[in-house]
């Protein structure tokens, strides 16, 4: 038997699995969208603080940019002859972060594959996450070295840092439940 969490979870692994072998941007799409439908739907029900933690959020960004390509991936009946003009990947990043506040909402934990996930998106999107600057400068600047230089080289090596994200947190190297900190 499989609940609605769990649904949700095993689609949303999936998606980060195929973003981190540069699978198809539309397949994973719709499966990070189908999770957010689900999560999104219990954490309102549960009424996990969701009207001040994460409605306002998701107003903000607009729930038609949300959902526009979605949409547009479902409802064929009402747009047969639409066309959808692009999809950056980054945008399926950061809602596969979505899904993970989300879930973490809801199942007070994150899956090894979750945790990877966020990691990599601390570590590219340093400034996103707002982490204060470590008070070591020679290693705050190798940290923003370290970033530019993965921005450099492409999407093609920052999959590559995420499988071994996925890697190290699914062997238990590193616990999903470490805190990310650089101090």
Known sequence: MIDKTDAARRQLECAIRLTAAHEDELAVHS????????????????????????????????????????????????????????????????????????????????????AAFHCWMVVRHPDEFQLAEDDDKDLEDAYRDSVSFLKEQGRDSEKILLNVLIDFYKRGIVSPDTGFSRR
Request: charged content about 20%; hydrophobic content about 45%; proline content about 2%.
């Open 31 to 114: 499966l990070v969208m189908a999770a957010f439908g689900i999560l999104n739907d219990l954490a309102a029900a549960r009424h996990l603080d969701y009207d001040v933690k994460f409605k306002p959020f998701f107003t903000k960004i607009g729930w038609s940019h949300l959902t526009n390509t979605a949409n547009f991936l479902k409802h064929a009946d009402r747009d047969p002859d639409a066309i959808l003009a692009s999809l950056h990947q980054e945008e399926n990043d950061w809602r596969i972060g979505f899904c993970i506040l989300l879930y973490r909402s809801l199942q007070g934990t994150q899956t090894a594959t979750m």
